[in-house]
């Protein structure tokens, strides 16, 4: 998608993949299904993850894109509004998230 240019869709994915690792964590600790909530600062807060500022600000900045991105009316706008090197950084950041993710137990 960053190479096709669709910006807003790399944040939506970014927000997905992020969202489902986070579930990911809290059935493997919980034993238990993850609550049905998009929001990811409640999603790591159940799961029990203790994350720094810039953490906290990534996940409520990827929260954003799951709520914007349900309203198709505005994708169009807002699609216009997102710039190559926000969604560059912010997959990054996405990645090296969930890549420690990926080592909680």
Do not use: N
Not at 4 to 18: D, K, P, S
Not at 59 to 69: A, D, F, N, P, W
């Amino acid at each position: 998608m960053l190479a096709a240019e669709r910006y807003l869709y790399v944040l939506f994915c970014c927000q997905q993949a992020t969202e489902k690792m986070l579930k990911a964590v809290i059935a493997r600790r919980t034993r238990e299904h993850p609550p049905r909530v998009h929001h990811l600062v409640r999603l790591a807060e159940v799961a029990r993850v203790e994350v720094d500022e810039s953490q906290a600000d990534l996940l409520r900045e990827l929260s954003t894109y799951y709520i914007q991105s349900r309203y198709p009316e505005e994708i169009p706008d807002l699609a216009s509004k997102v710039r190559p090197d926000e969604a560059k950084r912010i997959l990054g950041q996405t990645e090296g998230f969930i890549q420690w993710l990926s080592t909680m137990r």
